[in-house]
């Protein structure tokens, strides 16, 4: 499920399962994470919480930390616990600082853990958390803070190298000679790295929602154009490739 980060300009940030897959190395499964009824039983989730002496809602990171390490081979309960680790610390957080066993219900074939779309429940556990954090801002955050952060710090340092590198074009598309600046397609190349770092113009009296229909039917006439060039690009390259390795064939020929 993708989702966006709106930013402090308005704009918005689209984030994919890509993008957590990226950044936080998780697979992409074919298996969905579907949350269970509060009062659904499971046989998993008791005999998971019957494992530790003490109140089920007072098991902390710790506590599962030391469980699992006591499985000094490993099997089925050390992945379980290592599970229930990893997204309590860093997914699905709660209120009190206690782990959340929920996702122990969906943990029954460990050998199927791979299989799981972790990358689509990374982001539903950001939207959700996200919605109970706008109802008790006095609150604490408890969605996939590490993730935000890290896939943030990776978009500011991308869109800087970005910037950088527009910049130095648009001061190659001032140098250029004035018989190409009149060219239709230099001004929309020039038009449209402006746009990429935020200077482009903007018209007035136009809203956002008008502005984004704008951009799609742009993008559409983009698509032709670019397709268009590349079509042309290609016809003269062709050729000369063809020539090109006629010639290499008869530099060959002994």
């Given at each position: ?47 998971w919480k019957g494992i530790f002496d003490k109140d089920e809602y007072k098991i902390s990171p710790s506590d599962v ?152 039917t742009q993008e559409r006439e983009d698509d032709a154009f670019w397709a268009e060039t590349i079509a042309a690009v ?11 390795l006629y010639d290499k064939g008869i530099e060959d020929i002994p």
């Open positions: 499920m993708p989702c966006s980060l709106l930013l402090h300009n308005g704009s918005e940030l689209r984030v994919t399962e890509e993008d957590v897959a990226l950044v936080l190395g998780f697979p992409i499964g074919g298996r969905k994470i579907v949350p269970k009824k509060k009062n659904e039983e499971c046989a998993l989730l008791e005999e930390s030391t469980e699992m390490l006591s499985y000094k081979e490993g099997g089925e309960w050390f992945s379980r616990h290592f599970i229930v680790f990893v997204v309590s610390l860093l997914l699905d957080n709660t209120q009190n600082g206690y782990v959340n066993p929920m996702i122990v219900s969906h943990l029954n074939e460990v050998e199927k853990i791979k299989e799981i779309d972790w990358c689509d429940h990374v982001l539903n556990c950001l939207i959700d958390s996200k919605v109970s954090w706008e109802k008790k801002k006095d609150k604490a955050f408890t969605g996939p803070l590490l993730f935000l952060t890290e896939y943030v710090k990776r978009f500011a340092h991308k869109s800087k190298m970005l910037a950088s590198t527009v910049i130095d074009v648009l001061k190659m598309f001032e140098d250029a000679p004035k018989s190409l600046i009149e060219k239709e397609n230099f001004i929309r190349i020039q038009e449209a790295a402006k746009q990429l770092i935020g200077v482009g113009k903007r018209k007035r009296g136009v809203d956002r929602r008008e502005e984004n229909d704008a951009r799609s290609e016809r003269v390259e062709n050729p000369n490739q063809k020539k090109s």
